[in-house]
């Protein structure tokens, strides 16, 4: 029996890194979609499915080119390439392609994470047929792009221009994809948001889980090579979302009072994302302390977000925000080296927060515009109004909003402190009738 080669070796964990990574996309509609109730749950599985399978069809047919094929335009973006599909031909494929072939079907997966996170933000508002058209010119216009200054290590702008560290691609995944659902959110309106259903726990509890799980292949997979990174990667994965899952517990215990089990998956997942770009430039312990920091700055910006009432979905664009910026600046201070601890100059971290603040900027803009295009062409949003502004798809969230409204007015009279949470009648926290979203104390409020 021959042995196998180290190029064997490293094709074998980048497609079982792909695998892990695909059991993401399914966890991510489950997770964010639970939090909404069932027919939410199902909005975001069909929104993911259907985004994955669009990008994965572009990839193959060109797109992966366009991410880290040869340059099409220097720096910016690769040459769309049909050669992908003819390797893909039994019997085309040789032992030279073998690891090349693994990296392509890793990316392609990373590829699709990307997109289910954004899908998954937007599936409540709009329809499928704009949500087909959105991930199309979205993964032409935006992701591959962004994935090319990141995966196209030798023309990248971000990797190979500036510098910027970002091992398991958090800039086009997280990043970009959290930007550009902000971008429609805003193109839909304040008043396309349809009220939320009861939160499925289940659901919740078994996404988050796929997600904790899948997410070691995303980050140890980047390392691309079974080398002595990899289980510095892979423990680092675990610090970040144990100390992101603990912290957040923590922040709501302090304003809530009462910690759930959503809290401790959103602080895990804000860990996760947050030791993406930096995996492999992180001690263990710096690793504990930036899941943790990612946890407390998601948290607060939740809050925030649920005050201005929109719902579930703008906790997911501030999770992959905040978290991934969070990430990106942490290494300009404390990468093993080259941080501003290390090093003594501020260089990495301008470089870190240029690329990642550009690539957002960019993202929400082109996301907004084509949102626009679609609104007011093909249709965007689920939602209809009548003159009167009522809502003939949702006849009754008007009178839940009035109910919610008057219960609010009545608890005011009886002297009920809607700021502090304290119920003088009940002798307890507001947080123990209705559980956070996302671990926020402002939906308690809400």
């Given amino acids: 029996m021959t042995p196998a080669t180290s190029a064997q070796v490293d094709a074998l964990l980048l497609l079982v890194s792909a695998t892990f990574v695909m059991a993401v996309v399914p966890g991510l509609a489950f997770f964010y979609g639970g939090m909404t109730g069932a027919k939410g749950a199902s909005q975001a599985f069909r929104a993911a499915l259907v985004g994955s399978a669009i990008v994965v069809l572009l990839a193959v047919l060109g797109g992966y080119g366009m991410l880290a094929g040869s340059p099409l335009i220097a720096h910016l973006v690769g040459r769309p390439d049909w050669g992908l599909a003819d390797v893909f031909t039994p019997g085309k494929g040789t032992a030279s392609t073998l690891y090349p072939l693994a990296r392509a079907g890793y990316l392609i997966a990373v590829c699709a994470v990307a997109v289910t996170i954004l899908g998954t933000a937007i599936a409540s508002r709009v329809t499928l047929r704009a949500w087909a058209v959105f991930s199309a010119l979205w993964s032409v216009l935006v ?23 970002d091992f398991g691609g958090a800039i086009p995944i997280s990043l970009a994809a959290g930007s550009g659902a902000a971008g429609v959110i805003l193109a839909c309106g304040h008043r396309d948001h349809p009220v939320a259903g009861e939160r499925r726990l289940p659901l919740v509890a078994a996404g988050g ?3 904790w799980v899948g997410w070691f292949g995303l980050t140890v997979g980047s390392e ?18 144990a100390g992101g899952a603990l912290m957040w517990i923590i922040v709501d215990r302090v304003l809530l009072r009462r910690p759930t089990v959503t809290s401790a998956l959103c602080g895990a997942v804000a860990g996760l994302v947050a030791i993406t770009p930096a995996s492999g430039v992180l001690t263990i312990g710096w690793s504990l302390l930036l899941g943790a920091l990612a946890a407390i700055a998601c948290a607060s910006m939740v809050d925030l977000a649920a005050r201005a009432r929109f719902g579930v979905p703008m906790t997911i664009c501030v999770i992959h925000i905040v978290a991934s910026l969070v990430g990106l600046l942490y290494i300009g201070l404390f990468a093993n080296g080259d941080g501003m601890v290390d090093s003594g100059n501020f260089d990495l971290f301008v470089a870190q927060a240029v690329a990642g603040l550009g690539v ?18 093909l249709g965007l949003t689920r939602l209809r109004y009548r003159a009167d502004g009522g809502f003939p798809d949702e006849p009754r969230a008007r009178d839940r909003e009035r109910a919610a409204a008057d219960e609010e007015d009545a608890d005011q009279d009886a002297g009920y402190d809607p700021d502090s949470g304290y ?17 926020s104390a402002a939906d308690s409020r809400g």
Avoid: C, K, Q
């Fill in 423 to 439: 119920d003088p009648d009940s002798g307890g926290s507001a947080a123990d009738d209705a559980e956070a979203l996302g671990g």
């Fill in 224 to 241: 691309g090579a079974l080398d002595a990174f990899a289980p510095l990667i892979a423990l680092n994965t675990l610090m970040a979302s």
């Fill in 143 to 165: 992701l591959f792009p962004a994935g090319y200054a990141v995966f196209a290590l030798g023309d990248g702008w971000a990797v190979a221009g500036m510098h910027v560290i």
């Fill in 209 to 211: 889980a796929l997600v």
């Fill in 360 to 377: 957002a900027a960019y993202s929400f803009v082109v996301s907004l515009l084509i949102a626009i295009a679609l609104r007011y062409t």
